[in-house]
């Protein structure tokens, strides 16, 4: 099972960026799906999931209102639509799957390799 990020550079405040991560070696069409983060010095966080569906998306109430995840289980991929960027934001930005309902721990079977988001003031 491999993921793989995609999307990640370097942006001003106020700024957007669309993540995504493709999932390959097997059907994800029904597990949770997430992104995590983890910025310089810090543990990695919980960012935002959304389940096997579609319908039903959670998120940390950092970037609540400013980012959108969303999936296409006919791609097995996810993504994370980020707007409003603020400095606070810069990470490396990891995908990660899970069997299950979503979950903001980091209990999650699978990761992706991460990219790199990086806010400028």
């Known amino acids: 099972v491999q993921l793989q990020a995609f999307g990640g550079g370097l942006v001003q405040a106020g700024g957007s960026l669309r993540l995504s991560c493709a999932a390959s070696?097997?059907?994800?069409?029904?597990?949770?799906m997430a992104w995590f983060r983890q910025a310089p010095g810090k543990e990695r966080e919980f960012v935002a999931a959304?389940?096997?569906?579609?319908?039903?998306?959670y998120y940390a109430d950092s970037v609540k209102g400013r980012f959108d995840i969303s999936r296409d289980n006919a791609e097995n991929t996810v993504y994370l639509q980020m707007n409003s960027l603020q400095p606070e934001d810069t990470a490396v930005y990891y995908c990660?799957?899970?069997?299950?309902?979503?979950?903001?721990?980091?209990?999650?079977?699978?990761w992706g390799q991460g990219t790199l988001v990086t806010v400028s003031s």
């Open positions: 959304i389940g096997w569906t579609g319908g039903s998306t």
């Open positions: 070696g097997r059907t994800f069409s029904s597990y949770t």
């Open positions: 990660a799957v899970r069997d299950g309902r979503a979950t903001t721990t980091l209990k999650y079977g699978y």
